[in-house]
């Protein structure tokens, strides 16, 4: 099963609400992803970010709405029930200090949200990133949210669970980043309303202009390749 639409249908059909690791696909992660099939085999609970992707998933028979980790979606559902429960947060990602910065942020808007523990995203080798996971396995929080960009977050809550880890994990790609340098509302609201996210985030990070103009584009075409092939594989069958 090599084509990564075939692991997507797949992965839809998965029931029950106790998935344990769960990310999210946009049009740039989307080109990346379709080369490592084997750790998208195994996350168990695959969504989809942005209106591009979510419209064209329809032709594989998938209707389903935007939903990212990050405040104009998934992220304040979470930390709102995390609060409630009492459950812990880790967060991971991105460069020294900033998944410190935005968890402070969260917990300005959500006081009674527990934060196990922050870290970066980075590792001098396999054995600091082996000693990372065995940590986390031993210290067991309840959810981890990491924020490694795809494929690095993907393999990272794989890894996590395949070592022991019986909690709930969450990618959040670039949010974390997001978070500690424009604080909990990143979007303006009007621009988010508009659907326009796209935008702001191409102002605020111009080294994203080439990922909207080069690989958005690429994304239709090799999606356009990947879907005569799904076709091809269903109408054989």
């Not at 990372?132 to 396995?137: E, R, S, T």
């Not at 393999?155 to 709930?168: C, P, R």
């Not at 988010?192 to 111009?206: H, K, Q, S, V």
């Amino acid at each position: 099963m090599n084509n990564l639409l075939l692991v997507l249908t797949k992965n839809h059909k998965k029931k029950g609400p106790l998935y344990n690791t769960i990310t999210f696909l946009n049009p740039y992660s989307y080109l990346i992803a379709r080369k490592e099939i084997d750790t998208m085999r195994n996350i168990d609970c695959i969504m989809y970010d942005g209106f591009l992707l979510n419209f064209l998933m329809r032709f594989t028979g998938i209707n389903t709405k935007r939903t990212s980790f990050d405040m104009t979606s998934l992220a304040p559902i979470v930390f709102h029930d995390a609060s409630a429960s009492g459950d812990d947060i880790y967060f991971i990602g991105s460069e020294e200090g900033v998944a410190d910065k935005a968890a402070t942020q969260f917990k300005y808007q959500f006081p009674s949200l527990k934060v196990r523990g922050t870290r970066h995203g980075f590792f001098t080798d396999r054995q600091e990133r082996d000693d990372v996971i065995a940590g986390l396995v031993e210290e067991k929080p309840s959810i981890v949210i990491v924020g490694m960009g795809t494929p690095a977050q993907e393999k990272f809550l794989v890894d996590l669970k395949s070592a022991g880890w019986a909690g709930k994990g969450y990618t959040c790609g670039g949010f974390l980043h997001q978070t500690a340098h424009g604080g909990t509302q990143y979007y303006p609201e009007w621009m988010n309303r508009m659907n326009l996210r796209w935008l702001y985030r191409m102002i605020d990070e111009p080294k994203l202009i080439r990922r909207y103009f080069i690989d958005y584009p690429k994304f239709i075409f090799v999606f356009a390749y990947d879907l005569f092939l799904y076709w091809l594989r269903r109408k054989s069958q």
